[in-house]
């Protein structure tokens, strides 16, 4: 007979599929995690890619009409505790458990509707987006690695963020072409895309070294079981970043600069034996 166990099951594994298509460095961070980490945060990626999908990719659709679905559909399945949406019902699965409520859920969800309204951004704007976007996913993850130890989260909850800005001011910079070509956005406020220059480009990677520079100090106080997996994530944006720092303004907007199969092998290596030996 079956179970409510085992349609839980199929969920999680559902929502690890996704993560394992979608993207191959959060899948080999996650695989560094403690096993009692890895399921929840995956379904806080399934649940996070899955609302980045229909901004970004559903063009033949109303996407507005998509995402609001998608709201209140989210608002259910934590009302009811349950939804026939996979990745939904693994996603309020984990926030009930861990405490993730709609503080974080709701400017996630906030910051997809922007990128259905807004092409451009001024400072204010941008910090909003990156607070919705990134930084309350770092804080969803967070909550997960504390385990209700809410003083813990609290400590923590900074570098966090700025981790979470850090990936995702990595990300604008190197989609930062795709992003106005085929999106018609333009991220970082006070530059021409069109006319991208090396001291604008420079202007844009001394925040991502400052939140990276904030974030590497919480890394080093995270809860043993949670420490190497986000610090294998951090290694590998760092390792993209730095390489999109070495590049003229007009090869980042010429090609999607990347990390390759052998590269991130050997991040893996050194964030091993820098975890081992406590050298982060």
Excluded: W
Aim: with cysteine; hydrophobic share 40%.
């Amino acid at each position: 007979m079956n179970t409510l166990a085992l349609y839980d099951s199929v969920c999680n594994d559902l929502s690890g599929r996704v993560v394992s298509r979608y993207s191959t460095s959060f899948s080999i961070g996650i695989r560094a995690l403690h096993p009692r980490f890895r399921r929840p945060i995956k379904a806080i990626y399934a649940y996070v890619r899955f609302a980045d999908e229909i901004v970004d990719t559903f063009h033949a659709h109303d996407k507005r009409d998509l995402l609001e679905r998608f709201r209140a559909e989210t608002s259910r399945a934590m009302d009811e505790r349950i939804s026939l949406n996979p990745v939904l019902h693994s996603f309020q699965q984990t926030a009930r458990s861990y405490g993730i409520g709609q503080e974080l859920i709701g400017p996630f969800l906030d910051s997809m509707a922007m990128d259905l309204e807004q092409e451009t951004h001024d400072t204010a704007s941008f910090n909003n987006y990156i607070f919705g976007s990134a930084e309350v996913v770092g804080l969803m993850c967070l909550r997960v690695f504390c385990e209700g130890a809410d003083v813990r989260y609290n400590a923590l909850q900074p570098a966090a963020q700025r981790l979470g800005a850090a990936f995702q001011k990595v990300n604008f910079l190197r989609d930062i072409q795709d992003d106005h070509a085929a999106l018609g956005r333009t991220y970082f406020p006070d530059i021409d895309v069109q006319h991208l220059d090396e001291k604008a480009k420079c202007k844009a990677e001394a925040s991502i070294i400052a939140d990276f520079q904030a974030a590497l100090a919480g890394i080093k106080n995270l809860p043993k079981g949670s420490r190497f997996g986000v610090y294998v994530a951090y290694a590998y944006y760092l390792a993209l970043f730095r390489k999109i720092q070495g590049l003229s303004a007009g090869r980042i907007m010429q090609e999607r600069i990347r990390i390759g199969k052998r590269a991130k092998m050997r991040l893996l290596t050194t964030s091993f034996l820098r975890h081992s030996f406590n050298t982060l």
